[in-house]
């Protein structure tokens, strides 16, 4: 079974960097399309990208020049990175897998504000 | 983008009766649509994959059809259980998107 857990700071103040990690347990960093998605009211759910362990990864275009999503196959994990961020980024960002079947496992999602 | 459109927005059934949901493309995306359902402060679940395959371990009271752009979620009988916020997904083209969601709440 697939264990997914975000953690990082819960507060970010605007302009600044939100940075996420996502632990892996149950499965191989090796394996899957690793993904980052966020939910708030004013956009719903929404998906940021993903990476995969073979180098490939894709990114939402509405956020691509601010995000990078990098894997750490020594500890099994993977990261957010979004940059320059606003009040529109204010959301719970969850971290998962993802393939054309849509999303299987999600993390119990992780609260970030955005604000001074 | 693709967009994904669900309706009703929200809906109030009793226990027993026949729910439907609704989803709706922007464009044709074969059968590459999924559905999840999401419960108060809890990450969405996934129900359906493919338009109408059952995820492993969800009730067989819930089923979907549909392709192209057109497509449906059922309940076929509704349990104080589903009470949750349903959602589409579509997997067809970068980037995925989904649904705004249909609130299903129990009279």
């Known amino acids: 079974q697939v264990q997914l857990q975000e953690s990082g700071p819960g507060l970010v103040k605007p302009s600044e960097t939100l940075s996420l990690t996502c632990s892996v347990s149950?499965?191989?960093?090796?394996?899957?399309?690793w993904s980052w998605i966020r939910q708030s009211p004013a956009k719903g759910l929404e998906w940021i990208g993903y990476?995969?362990?073979?180098?490939?990864?894709n990114y939402n275009p509405s956020l691509k020049s601010r995000v990078t999503i990098s894997l750490d196959t020594s500890n099994n994990l993977f990261s957010l990175k979004l940059t320059s961020v606003t009040a529109a980024d204010t959301a719970i960002y969850y971290c998962?897998?993802?393939?054309?079947?849509?999303?299987?496992?999600w993390g119990q999602g992780a609260l970030v504000t955005v604000s001074s | 983008d693709i967009q994904m459109t669900q309706s009703p927005s929200s809906l109030s059934a009793s226990v027993g009766d026949r729910v439907t949901i609704t989803c709706r493309a922007s464009q044709s995306i074969a059968n590459y649509l999924n559905w999840y359902q999401q419960k108060p402060g809890k990450a969405p679940r996934r129900l359906m994959f493919a338009a109408s395959g059952l995820q492993s371990g969800v009730p067989s009271r819930f089923s979907g059809s549909g392709s192209g752009t057109d497509f449906t979620l059922t309940i076929s009988s509704l349990r104080p259980e589903d009470s949750a916020t349903y959602f589409c997904q579509q997997s067809y083209s970068m980037p995925p998107t989904f649904g705004q969601g249909t609130k299903v709440e129990i009279k």
């Open positions: 998962a897998t993802y393939d054309n079947s849509g999303v299987n496992y």
């Open positions: 990476i995969h362990s073979r180098g490939s990864n």
């Open positions: 149950g499965a191989s960093i090796s394996s899957y399309y």
